[in-house]
């Protein structure tokens, strides 16, 4: 039904490389007050879709001479939204300052074009605050999609979030008091693990450390990493591995510190595997 009396104006698009098929999840688009007065007085429609929504008009006009009305009798040249999340985790799986509170920024202008599409990547701009109530400011300027509607198209604005990359560290408790031999980490991925080492936690256990060191690993929705715990024991004077836990669990990203003893500051992610 859109489709047939409504004209698209414009979309957004939200991808994150923390979610399955990069589709950003849990976000809210809101207008702004005097957008949403635009919004109600001209009647266009924001249309949500599965990666962001559309935005359309009704107009008989031109996309140029209908905007331009809109500035003359409000002053407007901006349709402007705010976006919030509903992940209460968003702020610790996203690469983004792990030690400021802000909002980030997007504006139409501020773009870098994907070659021969109309998708348009917008450029972040990371605001510090004291309060954080939106996740994100969005806008798209009327100058910018009039210059698309003479080059007869409909742009799609994109906006990209990285999952954040965490040092990985498995400590290892030996809950039944066996020997468990010697310690590896294998998996079929690059991925190395340095360790084990002794170390005693808070709560005076004592622990086998494996790190995953410089080599910071994405943190995701589902598992893209697949390690299973190796117990070595010698035997006969021959080396016999047995699989001491298959599918080591992958970090809740509720679960990290910050290491601020290196030139940069790593975010670090704890897991605690009884065996």
């Not at 007085?41 to 031109?62: A, E, I, Q, V």
Request: net charge positive.
């Amino acid at each position: 039904m859109i489709r047939d009396r409504f004209h698209k104006m414009f979309s957004l698009e939200v991808m994150h490389t923390y979610y399955i098929n990069d589709i950003c999840k849990g976000l809210f688009y809101n207008p702004t007050k005097s957008t949403e007065s635009i919004i109600k007085r001209f009647s266009l429609k924001l249309n949500l879709t599965t990666k962001g929504f559309d935005f359309y008009t009704d107009t008989k006009k031109s996309i140029t001479s209908f905007l331009n009305y809109i500035t003359k009798v409000t002053g407007e040249e901006s349709f402007n939204f705010n976006a919030i999340t509903v992940d209460s985790q968003f702020y610790q799986f996203t690469d983004l300052p792990i030690n400021q509170i802000g909002v980030i920024n997007y504006n139409s202008s501020s773009n870098e074009v994907v070659s021969y599409t109309t998708v348009k990547v917008l450029k972040p701009e990371f605001t510090p605050t004291i309060e954080v109530n939106k996740l994100f400011r969005l806008s798209v300027k009327f100058q910018d999609l009039i210059k698309s509607d003479e080059n007869k198209n409909s742009p799609i604005y994109k906006i990209e979030f990285t999952a954040r990359d965490t040092q990985w560290k498995y400590f290892i408790l030996n809950n039944t008091n066996q020997n468990l031999g010697d310690l590896s980490i294998k998996c079929k991925s690059e991925v190395e693990f340095e360790g084990p080492i002794e170390v005693t936690l808070q709560n005076g256990e004592k622990a086998q450390l494996f790190s995953s060191e410089k080599q910071l690993l994405p943190l995701s929705e589902i598992p893209k990493y697949n390690f299973d715990l190796i117990s070595t024991i010698k035997k006969n004077g021959v080396n016999r591995n047995k699989i001491l836990f298959k599918g080591l669990p992958n970090p809740n990203p509720n679960i990290i510190k910050i290491d601020t003893n290196h030139t940069e500051t790593i975010v670090v992610s704890l897991m605690y595997v009884y065996v």
